[in-house]
């Protein structure tokens, strides 16, 4: 993205429950660690530009509600935090989520992800 001169937000998926065993995690710390990792290298890749000329920022990306520990949210929040980066999900993008989010956790999608805030360290 930086090399074709295209401004990009760029996220690494994260998540460590109710998905496929392949694209879990091993836990919310070893997802943590890996996000924390990707937003080391991404920024590397830029840091010799000029502020101005840098096109592309991490962010942190919690898969959706239904793949992500309350642990891992939380975890997410303070390594917002603590690396300035910014969160994006998905929210609400099929009925089926939507039902789930409710079920297990009794409140909407939005409301999940308003609990987890960005906590400087």
Known sequence: MQKAGIRAFIGKLSMDKSSRITYNEASAEASLQSAKSFVARCRALVENLQPH?????????????????????????????????????HLAEAHDEVEWVRQNCGMEDIDVFSKVRPISS
């Open 53 to 89: 000329e840098r096109l592309i920022e991490p962010v942190l990306t919690p898969r959706f509600v239904p793949t992500c520990s309350d642990d891992l949210l939380q975890g997410l929040g303070v390594l917002s935090g603590e690396e300035d980066v910014k969160i994006q999900s």
